[in-house]
């Protein structure tokens, strides 16, 4: 009798220890976190705002964004590998009337990863249009955690990595179309792959400010001041990516 009452026991606290292990490693072990806010491209007056913790090379990303064309996929992408800038509507060289993806790359250089829902998120998959997001009613809430290459890893560390969401209704119409044809694939109208908001990832303090805050009086100041900064929006969205964190290793660990 006693050892069929001890089993649950022992079942309950291996459930129950490996997530408090796992959220008390990725504190100490120095995840980064990085945001961009985006800015309007093409006159698309998109908004949003991209936030991306590192741990090693596994990223989550969040991606909030408003004002896209609605209904419509939207590839999204970092960018790595030159400048670490955002290219504005005066850099359409060509005089298309479109600042298009080739004109923005010697700002944010090429696709270090694809944001795509699903699959393959390396730069083969950078017009998978299928797995992108679609803005139902304009917006993107985006979440995933993946694994970056190493380039796109030091693109973060160096100040190089650029969020770019591209598929921007340039004439109005309410859908990809008109007569100037992507720079990316001669097939697809420009306005279903020119930039349409781009922010450079930068680095975000909130990933260290909490386990600071908690475990010394002196560190509460702090953090309540990077609180008031980054606004309630960011910190439920700090929240929510840890809880991925969790949920991938979780993943993680049952597939291993
Ligand atoms: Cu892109």
Known sequence: MRKALALPTVALAAAAF???A???ASAHEGAHSYQADLGALNQSGVQGTGMVTLDGNTATVMIEASGLLAGSPHAQHFHI???????TDADDENGDGFVSVTEGAPYYGAI???????????PDSGLAIDRFPTAEGGSISY???????????????DGTAVLVLHGV????????DGDVMSDLD???????????????????????????????GAGSTAGTENQAAI??????????????????????????
């Open 18 to 20: 490996p997530l408090l």
């Open 143 to 157: 979440e995933r955690t993946f694994e970056v290459s190493d380039d796109v890893h030091a693109a973060f560390e």
């Open 231 to 256: 606004g309630i929006g960011a910190l439920a969205a700090a929240g929510a990516v840890a809880a991925g964190t969790v949920a991938y290793r979780r993943r993680q660990a049952d597939q291993a």
């Open 22 to 24: 796992v959220s008390t």
């Open 186 to 216: 001669p097939s697809l109208p420009m306005e279903a792959t020119a930039p349409a908001a781009c922010g450079v990832l930068e680095t975000a303090q909130m990933g260290a400010a909490p386990a600071g805050g908690a475990e010394t």
């Open 112 to 122: 270090g990863s694809s944001l795509t829902t699903t699959g393959d998120t390396s």
């Open 81 to 87: 590998g030159a400048q670490g800038q955002c290219p």
């Open 169 to 176: 209704d340039k004439n109005g119409s309410g859908a990809y």
